[in-house]
């Protein structure tokens, strides 16, 4: 094992400017507006390889950012048991130093395919790592806090019923003190419809407090496999879990002690052609739902869609892309720290270059996305480099992982740090 220093890019600052965050344009879609290339305020400013040697380990597949800390998942490193491949492990890294020292993030006892650091959240000082393949796929989360720069397992959630293929901590949200988290494979008795559940914490506890589960009536076509689950989004009084096989956002608001489901976005014959709801994220009042794919195989520009949260609860407000070409996937990730968001395109041709990759920010003002964005790519796009396939935003910061990227025989995997 070895902990790799993070490349100082500061004395390249404008030829990163020049190569990574170059502009394009193109329509908007769906009433909502039609952004256009704005001032560059993001300067790329370190990138943190995958620490550890290994091709396949997806280093950088899960992605988060709170101030100083970064936290970046590799699902198939290997265990700490020899030949456990697919153990996996995530990593802390401190912005504007080397990752945390001797820190590595895995199980003890990690098995073959357990996929640790599969998914990661951080909400104060604690960081939550998805293991959703561990023990026969019940999945697990373990939760460590930080104190200055160490780090404690403090303990490990589970999915309370223990399900067989729950796959619990596939994908995982926190925010004031509560953390929903994703067993997208749950059986019900009708087959694999998937749940949610909700976790608080009380002093150094995490509590379990609420399943969340798809409102009754709602089914897909063959009502087998919902995927209820496939991301998740919490912010303050709001959980969003949507589900690809029914191309639905599901939103719950918790009042009067408890969650409840309030309201269902999607479904339109439009958004099952476009994959709503691969990514969700919730600003103040706004709810940014990702729609990659197209209305025809070979044309996935993809788009996000817009929501806004009034008098009359949630609404939808308009859809928009960026054109990054017909097969950037444009969509496939989003995060908003409620001031700026980010999208994912991690598909996008740069340079010429297939499969490079791109992200785009854009401003928030009220429920509407600014008129203008900056879009940043990598210091050098190599082919099917997948930059954008994750991002994370916190304050005067972006994190854009990108989990195949293979530069002078690095392994693959990295991530890409941007700040204004």
Known sequence: MRHTRARPLRTYAALALALALAACGGPGGGGGPDPQPGPQEFTLIDQFPSPESRVGDRFSTGLALRGDLLVAGAPYAAGVSAGAAGAGAAWPFLLGGTPAPGTRFASATGMNNDTFGTAVAIDGAYTFVGVPGADDDRGSVFVYRREGDAFTLVTTLAEPSRSVNAKFGNRIAAHGGRVLIAAPGKPDGVGRRGVAHVFEREGEDFVYR??????????????????????????????????????????????????????????????EARRFGQSVAIGADVMFVGAPAGESPGFEHGRVYVYARGSGGWTSAYQFFTDTGVTAWYG???????????????????????????????????????????????????????????????????????????ISGEPPGEVAVFER
């Open 210 to 271: 609420q399943i969340l589960q798809l409102p009754v009536g709602v089914d897909d076509d063959d009502g087998i496999i919902d995927r209820f689950g496939t991301a998740v989004a919490l912010r303050g009084d709001v959980a969003v879990v949507t589900s690809l096989a029914t191309n639905r956002a599901y939103v719950y608001e918790f009042a009067a002690g408890s969650w409840s489901h309030v309201t269902t976005l999607g479904g339109a014959s439009e958004h």
């Open 332 to 406: 496939y990730a989003v995060a908003t720290d409620g001031t700026r968001l980010v999208v994912g395109a991690p598909t996008a041709v740069i340079g010429g270059v297939s499969g490079a990759g791109a992200a785009f920010v854009y401003g928030i003002e009220g429920n509407e996305v600014s008129g203008t964005y900056q879009r940043l790519t990598a210091l050098g796009p190599t082919s099917d480099a997948r930059f954008g396939a994750f991002v994370a935003i916190d304050g005067n910061r972006i994190a854009v992982a990108v989990p195949r990227r293979t």
